[in-house]
């Protein structure tokens, strides 16, 4: 069985940095793509950055693109692994509980979890994110 174990949220100031980290284990991750969502009080859960299998290709959503960086570590059975999302230069509107997601099936292209359905992947319990003005 999956797990997915967010950690990293916090309160920060504005212009400050956090880095998120989500540990995955429970299957051999080779071939499964990973990402970040994010869902604020009161909206719906959007996307924010993911990642391929390896870490070789990545894809953000737009406010993301200059100030977010996801990143991966592979075990090298790849029977666990670890993606991050460090988060610089943050807003206020970047408030909200970030989720790690892993999708359910093999070799999913990154720009597709864009807009995927929920039900197409394994989610954390999601970690908060709290950016004061």
């Known amino acids: 069985q999956v797990q997915l174990v967010e950690s990293g949220g916090g309160l920060v100031q504005a212009g400050g940095s956090l880095r998120l980290s989500c540990v995955a284990s429970?299957?051999?991750?080779?071939?499964?793509?990973m990402g970040w969502f994010r869902q604020a009080e009161g909206q719906e859960r959007e996307f924010v950055a993911a990642i391929n299998w390896n870490g070789g290709i990545t894809y953000y959503a737009n406010y993301a693109r200059c100030r977010f960086t996801i990143s991966r570590d592979n075990a090298e059975d790849n029977a666990e692994n670890t993606v991050y999302l460090q988060m610089n230069s943050l807003k206020p509107e970047d408030t909200a509980v970030y989720y790690c997601?892993?999708?359910?099936?093999?070799?999913?292209?990154?720009?597709?979890?864009?807009?995927?359905?929920?039900?197409?992947?394994?989610w954390g319990q999601g970690t908060q994110v709290t950016v004061s003005s």
């Open positions: 429970g299957l051999t991750f080779k071939g499964y793509t």
């Open positions: 997601a892993l999708t359910h099936g093999l070799w999913t292209p990154v720009y597709s979890m864009r807009n995927m359905s929920p039900d197409s992947a394994s």
